[in-house]
């Protein structure tokens, strides 16, 4: 199996800074696309941002220009920098990876993990 453990979450002001990361573990082959998605209360959760293995960023249009992810792919861990947080950005945080990992007998079977989410409140 795959575990994600997902830390950083806060309160901060608005205008403020935090820093999401995101750990995979577990009998883990390879660890391709990894992201962070979000859920504030009565919406649907939804895409902030994506990277591939090789580094390819995608992001939601909300929030371009002020968050980063990035991976480190040593260390099977993924990580949001979110800068100029805005009170609309208050919601959990849910790290998501995709990837190939071991099963019994040996078979190679696809995971798509997701984390056990994480608060982020940003006060007005």
């Known amino acids: 199996q795959v575990q994600l453990v997902e830390s950083g979450g806060g309160l901060v002001q608005a205008g403020g800074s935090l820093r999401l990361s995101c750990a995979a573990s577990?009998?883990?082959?390879?660890?391709?696309?990894m992201g962070w998605y979000r859920q504030a209360p009565g919406k649907q959760r939804e895409l902030v941002a994506t990277?591939?293995?090789?580094?390819?960023?995608n992001y939601a249009d909300s929030v371009k220009g002020r968050f980063t992810i990035s991976r480190d792919n040593a260390k099977n861990t993924v990580y949001l920098q979110m800068n100029a947080l805005k009170p609309e950005d208050t919601a959990v945080y849910y790290c998501?990876?995709?990837?190939?990992?071991?099963?019994?007998?040996?078979?190679?079977?696809?995971?798509?993990?997701w984390g056990q989410g994480t608060q982020v409140t940003v006060s007005s």
């Open positions: 998501n990876a995709q990837g190939l990992r071991s099963g019994a007998s040996d078979y190679v079977l696809p995971f798509n993990a």
């Open positions: 990277i591939t293995r090789g580094g390819s960023t």
């Open positions: 577990g009998s883990i082959l390879s660890l391709n696309a």
